[in-house]
């Protein structure tokens, strides 16, 4: 049996780490995940083996990310590396650079010094933020009914909420039609909201409509708003 099968193996038994902890990143940064572990004085950097692994869901077969051994380090996700002059003070931290949401999942680091076994666990949770795009102004003849598209793109998870809002806040729920997140190739996602407005020069002129957006990525609201002239 080869040495990568026998990683493998290994990392498919990550189950009581001795810490497990949630690290929370957007989309496009860099993140260290810690694996403290105690290291004898004596021991010698290649007595040491670090096997970093990663389970993106619940039925995934784990797959690796890094592996240090004999002193060789083995990078399977490009832009990953633990420092090895690290290792020697007991820290086998996963570097991660420019990290994308397909990153995201269960990390499990596993240091063996025989014949002790050190595990830690780290959930990864990756957010792409939304990007709003509607015009900031919108023209109508009076008596004409328009339609005002919110796009909303690049966001992940895909769980999002949009409302309609107008200017002092009142939300609108009349000829409001949100549609169904679709994913995009790099594994975010897009929606469209669509809101139908009667326009009349008394009540609709001057009106600012605001796409409201909630979205984990973002602690509060992001929403952007069309201001509505009518002629």
């Known amino acids: ?5 026998i990683i493998m193996l290994v990392l498919l038994h990550c189950k009581g780490a001795t810490t497990e902890s949630t690290r929370k990143i957007l989309a496009g940064m860099d993140v260290t995940l810690d694996c403290p572990f ?3 004085d004596h021991v010698p950097l290649m007595k040491v083996t670090v096997e970093w692994g990663v389970m993106v869901d619940e039925h995934a077969v784990q797959r690796l990310v ?8 083995m990078v399977h996700r490009v832009g990953s590396w633990v420092d090895a002059k690290s290792l020697l003070q007991g820290n086998a931290s996963l570097h991660l650079l420019n990290v994308s949401v397909a990153d995201e999942g269960v990390y499990c680091c596993r240091v063996i010094i025989t014949p002790n076994t050190y595990k830690v666990s780290t959930r990864l949770e990756v957010s792409a933020k939304p990007v709003i795009s509607l015009p900031e102004a919108v023209t109508v003849m009076e008596g004409e009914k328009r339609t005002l598209m919110c796009e909303i793109t690049g966001f992940y998870p895909e769980q999002l909420t949009v409302t309609w809002l107008i200017q002092n806040g009142s939300q609108l729920s009349r000829g409001v039609c949100t549609g169904m997140a679709t994913p995009n190739p790099d594994g975010t996602y897009s929606v469209s909201s669509l809101i139908t407005v009667q326009a009349t020069a008394t009540e609709s002129s001057g009106v600012v ?7 984990r990525s973002h602690p509060g609201y992001h929403s952007k708003g069309v201001l ?3 002629q």
């Open 1 to 5: 049996m080869n040495f990568g099968l």
């Open 38 to 40: 105690n290291k004898p």
């Open 66 to 73: 890094y592996t240090f051994q004999d002193e060789r380090p």
């Open 209 to 215: 409509y605001v796409c409201h957006v909630t979205h």
């Open 228 to 230: 509505l002239t009518v």
